[in-house]
């Protein structure tokens, strides 16, 4: 055998390696012992005796060997899935010829996929977002003229719920392998970064142009009302109210975005009763609803206790179901829904929820509602500081506002706040 030929017998594994010294060290063991064995006894009898017991004590030795190998890989393995499981990693192969995927068994523990039903075929495109899937595809395709591709991409979970992946991946012969991590949390943290970021910019906005806007307001609602004092034709009359009107409503704007810039006090206001107050909010919508739409509400039971300001609260819900109106048009129907949730009354949260019956919101537009100066209305229609200002107050009460419905179901938008006796002991703890 040539040289290249030796070369080509070179192990290219740990375990051919392990194979190939073990059969060296087994060779030189029997040969040699067995020629000590023949020099050194020439009773027959001892002979054999010593030949069987060399025979047992190289069996004992293997088997410890073996033993101490397969433990090593074991533990290899657990550090493995163990490093997996907090990395969150899954690695996968993809055959050109048959197109087929292959994924590791940690594929289940990440995505809560099965790998069976990934390798069949379409399952990887299925498990993938629609609008995401031409990014597999580019991907793919650049990765196998050479090179390295990451790409991150939306997966839909076994639960159903949307993940966030990161795929990497890089040619191999027949094929491609890579790696893909859940990297959900980091795309969370990051659109809330920018949430934030993008509340700075707007509260920067806000107090930059709040004071020379204010003072022009003034002088312009002032000279409308004196102007409105005087007799005038009917048609300067009306100029005038639009004047005025438009003022008005430019000064509302103008305090919306003044609770944008200032820090709102934590949970103020004072103890009340939460059902009242949405019967007092359902009341006010019953007249600003056209007469195709529906409103339903059942009065909550009594106990529903909170601490809040009525009047900011009042804002918050009038905002979100005048939205509803405006979603559901001409014809359809809201629903306000009042309930405990956790341990019983007084303990645990209170809960609001204004559901609608029009087209919903889409996930891509669901990240970005509470974005100051963001609105899916019209143009025109709405300024974008509704729902940022809602958010505020609810997070100032200690609370949370969510949308938590998708397009086709009808927006559905869920307030939480803290129940009294909850509300009080923070108090207590912070005083």
């Known amino acids: 055998m040539n040289l290249k030929g030796l070369r080509s017998l070179r192990p290219r594994s740990m375990a051919s390696r392990v194979a190939l010294s073990y059969a060296g060290l087994a060779a030189l063991w029997i040969l040699f012992s067995d020629r000590a064995l023949n020099w050194a006894v020439t009773d ?23 033993f101490a190998y397969l433990s090593v890989q074991a533990d290899r393995r657990l550090a493995l899935l163990e490093a997996t499981r907090r990395a969150r990693v899954v690695p996968w192969r993809w055959d050109a010829p048959t197109r087929r995927w292959t994924f590791e068994r940690s594929v289940e523990m990440v995505l809560g996929l099965d790998p069976v039903e990934l390798s069949a ?29 990451s790409f991150d991409a939306r997966m839909l979970a076994g639960t159903g719920r949307e993940l966030w992946t990161q795929w990497t991946m890089k040619a191999t012969p027949g094929g491609l392998q890579g790696v893909l991590q859940d990297v959900t949390e980091l795309h969370e943290v990051r659109a809330e970064l920018i949430q934030h970021q993008r509340r700075e910019l707007a509260q920067q ?14 002088a312009i609602l002032g000279s409308a009302e004196l102007l409105a004092l005087h007799p005038r034709t009917d048609s300067e009359s009306r100029n005038v109210h639009t004047i005025i009107r438009a003022s008005e409503r430019a000064h509302d704007l103008l305090r919306q975005m003044l609770g944008l810039v200032r820090p709102q006090p934590e949970r103020p206001g004072e103890p009340g009763e939460l059902g009242a107050l949405v019967q007092e909010c359902v009341d006010l919508l019953r007249h600003a609803l056209p007469m195709g739409v529906e409103l339903h509400f059942d009065p909550p039971a009594e106990g529903l206790r909170g601490r809040f300001d009525s009047g900011q609260i009042l804002q918050l819900l009038m905002n979100l179901g005048l939205n509803a109106r405006d979603a559901v048009g001409t014809k359809g129907w809201i629903r306000i829904q009042v309930s405990h949730e956790g341990e019983a009354p007084p303990e645990g949260a209170l809960v609001v929820e204004v559901t609608d019956s029009g087209p919903g ?11 100051p100066f963001f609105t899916t209305k019209p143009e025109g229609a709405g300024t974008g500081l509704g729902l940022a200002m809602a958010k505020a107050i609810a997070e100032a009460h200690g ?18 706040l803290p129940s009294f006796t909850e509300t009080l002991a923070l108090d207590e703890s912070g005083s």
């Open 205 to 218: 906005l806000a107090g930059g142009v709040n004071h020379d806007l204010k003072n022009l307001l003034q």
């Open 121 to 149: 075929p379409g399952g990887v495109e299925r498990a993938f977002h629609p609008e995401d899937l031409h990014r597999l595809a580019g991907a793919r395709h650049r990765a196998t003229r050479g090179g390295l591709e």
């Open 361 to 371: 919101v889409p996930e891509t537009l669901r990240e970005r509602l509470f974005e």
């Open 399 to 416: 609370g949370s506002l969510k949308c938590l419905s998708g397009p086709g179901e009808g927006a559905r938008f869920r307030l939480t």
């Open 44 to 66: 027959p009898l001892w002979h054999l005796r010593l030949s069987v017991a060399k025979g047992w004590f190289f069996v004992g030795v293997t088997a410890l060997m073996l």
